[in-house]
């Protein structure tokens, strides 16, 4: 027979204190923390931050981690659209599912504020969070870390949080410095917003760091998303510039994508006239032509590691792998280089 023992009443911060500094009653605070039922603003916004400086976790949160139920990882993402986002998740799940554990995810997207009470809920239903990098702000990890273990994925290292990457910076001076010492380009540009996310950041480090190492001046980067849609408006505003450039160092294949079909239907030839490379080697970057030269980040290995990582730190496991990991330049027509030999797929058993 198995006898569980029952879980203590937490110590900390309950929902009558909440209700308390808060000013309300402990049906508004549940009312607030579920997100059911009509709550004003201002009270909602009364209830948050009593939770916040409390550093309140719904009890039902705190009885699942005193009976240690690992059952479920939490994972924070802005999209799933594009095949970054898609490929980190399913690293993730399938990586969850070897543990026999369930994934929670919640979307939350860029340049929006952070509803704090959904994010509240995540961290109260899952045993440990992995946030994509950029995504949330510092206090809010921060509290989150008090509460569960937090891994940041993809993104600078920041005090206070363990991180798990794909390397950028070398990689991005490497793929740069070839097209200057290999191909001549002398007047190349970063196109991607180093502010958007930490890797994007990174990455035009180690393309500065290549031109500055080389004695060649470092341009503004040419700030815009991470879609093929980005690519293409960037494109047609170096079009009407005279394109004062003879390289562009995109910072993922879906903008390269994107800029290298609207340069070339304007009759610009890559790599004639033009070097492009991207960042992430997704699978169109292999049957485009030119073949894209870009840089192969593990995405969905990535994935995977978060799980791993989140699963040992909620059972107190050692890690048992890197927390970085390598990335690969690959050259292809787009910068010059000729192409690579197709390596035929495998046949379906």
Same mark, same amino acid.
């Given at each position: ?89 399913? %690293? #993730?799940?399938? +990586?969850?599912? &070897?543990?026999? *554990?369930? $994934?929670?995810?919640? !979307?939350?997207?860029?340049? /929006? ?92 480090? %180690? #393309?500065?760091? +290549?031109?500055? &190492?080389?004695? *060649?001046? $470092?341009?503004?980067? !040419?700030?815009?998303?991470? /879609? ?102 690959? *050259? ?9 030999? /197709? ?7």
């Amino acid at each position: 027979m198995v006898v569980r023992t029952p879980a203590r009443e937490p110590s900390g911060p309950t929902i009558y204190s909440v209700a308390e500094a808060a000013g309300v009653s402990i049906a508004t605070v549940s009312r607030v923390v579920q997100g059911t039922g009509a709550v004003s603003a201002r009270t909602r916004a009364k209830v948050l931050e009593a939770i916040d400086r409390l550093d309140y976790t719904p009890l039902a949160a705190a009885r699942s981690l005193a009976v240690r139920q690992h059952e479920a990882l939490g994972l924070v993402l802005p999209e799933l659209e594009g095949p970054y986002f898609s490929e980190l998740l399913m %690293g #993730f799940e399938e +990586a969850a599912a &070897e543990l026999d *554990l369930s $994934v929670v995810l919640t !979307l939350v997207e860029r340049g /929006r504020d952070l509803d704090a009470a959904r994010f509240a809920r995540l961290v109260a239903a899952v045993d440990g969070v992995a946030v994509l990098g950029g995504l949330l702000p510092e206090p809010v990890l921060r509290r989150a870390t008090r509460q569960r273990p937090l891994l940041v994925v993809a993104g600078g290292g920041t005090d206070g949080f363990e991180h798990l990457a794909a390397e950028n910076t070398t990689s991005s001076a490497a793929l740069t410095a070839h097209l200057i010492d290999d191909h001549g380009r002398t007047r190349p540009v970063y196109l991607g917003d180093p502010g958007i996310a930490p890797d994007v950041r990174q990455r035009f480090d %180690g #393309f500065a760091g +290549a031109l500055t &190492e080389r004695g *060649l001046a $470092v341009p503004e980067p !040419l700030g815009t998303g991470l /879609r093929e849609e980005d690519g293409a408006a960037v494109a047609e505003r170096l079009l009407e510039d005279g394109i004062p450039a003879d390289a562009v160092v995109c910072a993922n294949d879906e903008v390269a994508l994107g800029f290298i079909d609207r340069m070339t239907t304007a009759g610009v030839r890559v790599p004639g006239d033009l070097a492009v490379t991207g960042w992430d080697d997704i699978m169109a970057a292999r049957y485009v032509r030119p073949g894209l030269s870009t840089v192969r980040q593990p995405v969905r290995e990535l994935g995977a590691l978060a799980a791993r990582r989140l699963h040992e730190r909620v059972t107190g496991a050692d890690p048992h792998e890197p927390g970085v990991l390598a990335t690969r330049v690959v *050259l292809r027509g787009s910068c010059g280089c000729p192409e690579p030999a /197709r390596t035929p797929a495998a046949p379906t058993p």
